[in-house]
């Protein structure tokens, strides 16, 4: 199993870190901190996570990380937003991450006064000045990503996806297709399938580490990113890169 996938020229280690709960504290810095120990190389968050203060803590954190993180942020999720107001949260962004460049920017979701094209159309404009180095979308259909392809190469879909939320199960195999980085969001949620606790066992693994395995394997494109505040959790998540689902157990969980 690739324990990386390619985002562009950079490879993205596939377990990634979900800040939604971040908030600037000298203890999150400090987890950010040592986080940079391990092999993460992928944060993800958004303009309106902790209003604001998980991408302060990211900011305050860079420097301890190696040149090859790519932090993915997102903004435009509350409809009302509109194209303007979508500058104004992507420049803030920008101040808040303390960067001159985001490596990877999603429209954080598609709304009537916000739809894919004119979303595009600004990312497109910011990539064209380098100040956006890839585009992502969230939360949204094969048919909106070929609308978004019309106008800009999209990296990344980041959507809601677990073992037992595969309502997406379309557009992950839309994104192997075409080489896009799928990334889901709350990729732990959801009932236990009946054989997890058993495979758990059989593995030496928690049940977390087989639910991220199963999106391991689900396809080559998948990158979860599951949230914690603990070292020692994150340690574990990236753990699942080790876990070798065989078929026959990917299906029982599948079924």
């Known amino acids: 199993m690739p324990r990386t996938v390619a985002l562009g020229d ?6 990634g870190l979900g800040t939604n709960r971040f908030s600037d504290t000298r203890e999150n810095r400090s987890f950010l901190e040592a986080a940079a120990s391990t092999d993460l190389n992928f944060i993800d968050t958004a303009h309106l996570y902790a209003g604001g203060e998980s991408e302060r803590a990211i900011g305050s ?3 301890s990380f190696a040149d090859d993180l790519v932090v993915g942020t ?12 979508l500058r104004g949260e992507l420049e803030q962004s920008f101040e808040r991450l303390g960067v001159e460049t985001i490596r990877l920017y999603y429209l954080h979701r598609v709304h009537p006064d916000l739809e894919v094209e004119e979303a595009m ?30 106008l800009v190469p999209v990296a990344a879909v980041q959507n809601d996806y677990s073992v037992t939320q595969r309502k997406h199960d379309e557009v992950v195999d839309y ?15 959801g009932a236990d399938p009946p054989a997890l606790a058993e495979i758990a ?7 977390g580490q087989i639910k991220l395995a199963w999106l391991l394997k689900r396809s ?12 020692d959790h994150l340690k574990e998540n990236l753990a699942a890169l080790e876990i070798e689902l065989s078929d026959e157990e990917f299906e029982w969980l599948s079924s």
């Open 61 to 63: 954190a860079l420097a």
């Open 201 to 207: 066992r059989g593995h030496g693994a928690t049940e």
């Open 10 to 15: 950079r490879q993205l280690t596939r377990v």
């Open 74 to 85: 997102k903004g435009g999720y509350n409809e009302g937003v509109g194209v303007d107001g």
């Open 175 to 189: 994104c192997e297709e075409h080489g896009i980085v799928f990334v889901p969001f709350f990729p732990l949620r």
């Open 121 to 150: 159309g600004l990312l497109k404009e910011y990539r064209d000045a380098g100040r956006i180095t890839h585009i992502g979308v969230s939360e949204v259909t094969v048919e909106q990503i070929e609308r978004a392809r019309t």
């Open 220 to 231: 080559p494109i998948v990158a979860p990113i599951p949230g914690t505040l603990s070292l």
